[in-house]
């Protein structure tokens, strides 16, 4: 039998063995996490990092297959965050939600510019004061992303994501996320004037999407609940679950919306409707099995650390720290200012700190668009890095006396 003629013909089917392998790395990573007390996404990205480039370069996080089944597990994992969420709490932490995200893009948006600016201006390209200023103004600008993908695995594990904490950490992840999508187009439009970047129609496509994901998530819920019923309805609600996600995070990406918040949107369309419970329990089987375990391996294989850093590792360092103390900061004075307690207000801003595919997507904009250094790339990685390491761990440790707080079918 010739081994190495069996091996190219089974060539072309490569891709198989890369998600066994990612699969397996996530299981033993989550496992080992379970066995010290910590939560199963932090060994996952753990794990990723040692089979990615940055140590053993076992796969390559570049795969096309790998980054879409990836995409879909945040997707799922957020659609189960909007399932899961408590509709009167949602509506009344929409204030408190806006204040705390506000503070969470001020402060490190603020130190993320000042800081380069004032005492690290050789990691900055070269220009006049203007130029510079505005390149300081683009790191402050990837600062201000967070990835609340990370902070809902673990809450979902804790059954936290329903308390009043929970849900204000997704609801300050989302007008976050809005605010930086804004942030960027106008920093971009500065550094670059003769950019394609309309600022008006931007900001008309945003609240066009709010509008008609709002509108459509209501006429959904209304007509699930009241026409939607019987064995054919409850045999075929999770198929219509997963195309009705599908269909809001790519409408969300159309009108530059992160595919994450239109995902939210349709579980909360969802989480108001009888079969709730069984979407839920249906879709987080298999997501849970496949797609969000390579989300976070995913994670580990994207973040590459070379051994360059040590050249500049104080710079690197101090935007790591102005990124998480902006965060926990900045989140957390405001949640104090919502009418949060001390304790609710740290666990709000820990569970903002953490920073992964957006970051890294806006960080390689500005290097291949030269508006900031390989330095400061490679430090961005390393935040990325570094906050996806401690964010389950700090999580885990605040809400370890909460109650569990269980799903409940508040409308």
Not at 239 to 254: G, V
Not at 312 to 324: D, E, K, Q, S
Not at 363 to 376: C, E, F, M, V
Request: hydrophobic share 55%; charged share 10%.
């Amino acid at each position: 039998m010739d081994l190495s003629a069996m091996m190219q013909h089974a060539q072309g089917y490569e891709f198989l063995l890369q998600l066994a392998i990612l699969l397996v790395a996530a299981a033993i990573g989550g496992w080992l996490a379970s066995k010290v007390s910590m939560p199963p996404v932090l060994g996952q990205i753990l794990v990723g990092i040692i089979i990615g480039p940055t140590v053993f370069n076992l796969v390559d996080g570049k795969n096309d297959l790998i980054h879409d089944i990836s995409q879909i597990g945040v997707i799922f994992l957020m659609f189960l965050a909007g399932l899961e969420t408590d509709l009167k709490e949602l509506k009344s932490s929409g204030k408190g939600a806006s204040i705390i995200a506000m503070g969470g893009v001020l402060l490190p948006l603020g130190l993320g510019t000042l800081v380069p600016l004032l005492f690290f201006k050789n990691f900055l390209p070269d220009g006049d004061a203007h130029h510079q200023l505005m390149f300081a103004l683009y790191i402050g600008t990837i600062l201000t992303a967070t990835s609340v993908s990370i902070s809902v695995s673990v809450l979902r594990d804790m059954k936290q994501l329903g308390s009043k904490q929970g849900i204000s950490i997704l609801g300050a992840a989302i007008i976050d996320d809005v605010l930086g999508i804004v942030l960027l187009a106008v920093v971009s439009g500065m550094v670059n004037p003769s950019g394609d970047t309309d600022i008006k129609q931007l900001m008309i496509k945003i609240v066009s999407f709010f509008i008609i994901a709002v509108l459509a998530g209501i006429i959904i819920s209304k007509g699930i609940t009241k026409f939607a019923q019987g064995s054919v309805w409850r045999d075929r609600i999770v198929t219509f679950a997963i195309i009705l996600c599908f269909i809001f995070a790519y409408m969300a990406e159309m009108f530059s919306v992160a595919a994450i918040t239109g995902a939210y949107f349709a579980g909360v369309a969802l989480a108001a409707t009888p079969y709730r419970h069984r979407v839920v329990s249906k879709i987080q089987s298999f997501a849970y099995a496949l797609f969000t375990p390579i989300f976070f391996v995913s994670i580990g294989l994207n973040a590459v650390i070379t051994s360059d850093i040590v050249n500049y590792i104080g710079y690197a360092l101090v935007i790591v720290t102005i990124a998480v103390v902006g965060k926990i900061v900045g989140c957390g004075v405001s949640a104090r200012i919502s009418g949060f307690n001390g304790k609710h207000s740290l666990q709000i801003g820990v569970g903002m700190i953490a920073r992964a595919e957006v970051a890294l997507i806006v960080a390689n904009q500005g290097l291949s668009s030269g508006i900031i250094t390989n330095q400061t790339f490679t430090s961005v990685v390393l935040l990325v890095v570094i906050s996806t390491i401690v964010t389950p761990p700090l999580l885990k440790l605040l809400f370890k006396k909460e109650k569990p707080v269980e799903v409940s079918d508040g409308k």
